[in-house]
């Protein structure tokens, strides 16, 4: 068996790895876009490494963007085969790929326009809503704890791993010859004490362990000292200071979570009566997926069900669909918090709200999970003192505050709880993914530390060859 590893590799984002078996066999662990990564993204997003008439499977860990974005472009270029996720990761991805492309088939008209000044020629979206509507068909669910016979030779079984709804760690049997191989993929790994979902499974013991790395030497602060922060930077910003809280938020998970947050300071009576604002359709539909999929959340959030129905929902909260009503709040000037997407601040109605807030000394804008440095929300965690938006140079006054116990990926003492599960001396090979280079070092020391061997960091479009 031979893996090459097209995305999340020394990165974060991208995720595709490709298994080539003995018998000409092709199976993709996830197909997912790069973000944040600047004037290289769209090249990157446009060249997938392989051909995807030649996939034999596909098989998706989650719905995030960086994991399924290009699954559109696999139908465009030829994939005819199934793609295999858990039931809430498909319905998730039929309201997110249609964003993407969406924002894709806007973007590329303001782009356009643009280059047509410059005496460019006109690029076009990487793809459009009728490959999502005809990728969607492809979609076909396993849910969790069941092993399912994909092919003679190859075994799923999809187990929870705590990130987002219905994210999973992909376990492989996959049958070569007279050679069984388990292997497995993570994913990404969420946290044990997460406020929605419940924790992390245990996994099957596997030969090959790919593993992410995003958080591999950071560790995130607790979560009831975030909670009490996240109180202080709100009557900090609104009430003191009488400015906007923005906060870039991914639309499906971590907007969740901050709105439960924010539901629970509310029923505490702790909240002041400011207006809060989740501006994003994609939030919105995410929210009522959520709302379908009860069966994911932990007992805390179940228990709280019996005295509150709608913990997305308080009186002050407000979900903005429409572009003009989004428009409207750059216009208001009363404190508000605003929750919008993306979650690094590239792309969506969140440009537009820190271009409108960011020169003003009254407001903050709050980063709650991981950046790419490259980034507009990787670069204002820097420090940068002017950012470019939509082009234009813009003096970064407003605050910064950051929070990471928002987190949907775990800490490194997080992960190490999370592979306790196996033993680690029984792993062949492990190799590291989705994490920044640097982090990937700590994080194999680590990894070495517990009892790991053979931890390899791939490049991009690196292959190994997984002996007999």
Excluded at 125 to 137: D, N, S, T
Aim: some cysteine; charged content about 25%.
């Amino acid at each position: 068996m031979k893996i090459t590893f097209h995305g999340a590799a020394r990165t974060v984002t991208g995720s595709k790895h490709l298994l080539e078996l003995e018998d000409g066999r092709k199976i993709l662990l996830d197909c997912g876009m790069f973000q944040g990564h600047g004037a290289d993204t769209d090249p990157l997003n446009r060249h997938l490494g392989f051909d995807p008439k030649e996939l034999s499977h596909v098989i998706l860990s989650h719905a995030h963007i960086d994991h399924s974005g290009l699954l559109p472009l696999l139908a465009k270029e030829g994939y005819e085969g199934n793609i295999y996720c858990t039931p809430a990761t498909r319905d998730l991805c039929a309201i997110m790929l249609a964003d993407t492309a969406h924002i894709q088939e806007y973007d590329s008209v303001y782009i356009n326009r643009k280059r047509k000044q410059n005496g460019l020629p006109g690029v076009k979206p990487i793809y459009r809503m009728e490959h999502v509507e005809a990728v969607m068909q492809q979609f076909c669910t396993v849910p969790y704890e069941k092993t399912y016979k994909v092919d003679d030779g190859l075994e799923l079984r999809f187990t929870d791993s705590g990130h987002i709804l219905g994210s999973a760690a992909v376990n492989l049997i996959i049958r070569e010859k007279d050679k069984v191989t388990r292997l497995c993929f993570t994913g990404d790994i969420g946290r044990p004490d997460d406020l929605l979902l419940r924790a992390p499974s245990p996994f099957p013991q596997p030969d090959v362990l790919i593993c992410e790395s995003t958080y591999g030497n950071r560790k995130h602060e607790d979560r009831e000292i975030s909670q009490k922060r996240l109180l202080e930077i709100v009557l900090e910003t609104c009430i003191q200071r009488s400015g906007k809280l923005v906060i870039p938020a991914f639309s499906l998970g971590r907007t969740q979570e901050l709105v439960y947050a924010l539901n629970n300071l509310h029923n505490a009576g702790l909240l002041p009566p400011i207006p809060v604002y989740v501006d994003s359709p994609l939030s919105v539909n995410a929210t009522v997926i959520m709302r379908a999929h009860m069966e994911c959340f932990n007992n805390e959030l179940r228990k709280l069900l019996q005295n509150d129905p709608d913990p997305f929902g308080f009186d002050q909260l407000h979900y903005i669909q429409r572009a003009e009503d989004s428009m409207k709040l750059n216009e208001m000037k009363e404190p508000m918090i605003i929750l919008s997407a993306s979650g690094m601040a590239e792309a969506g109605r969140i440009k537009h709200h820190i271009r409108n807030t960011i020169e003003s000394a009254q407001n903050t804008i709050l980063l709650v999970g991981y950046c790419t440095p490259d980034s507009l929300g990787g670069r204002l965690g820097a420090g940068a003192k002017e950012v470019r938006i939509f082009g234009k140079p813009y003096s970064v006054n407003a605050r910064v505050e950051q929070l990471n116990a928002y987190s949907a990926h775990a800490d490194y003492e997080e992960m190490l709880q999370y592979l306790s599960c196996i033993e680690s001396r029984k792993v062949k090979h492990t190799f590291l993914v989705h994490g920044d280079y640097d982090v990937q070092h700590d994080w194999r020391q680590k990894l070495e530390a517990a009892g790991f061997g053979n931890i390899e960091i791939p490049d991009m479009h690196s292959s190994w060859e997984i002996p007999a």
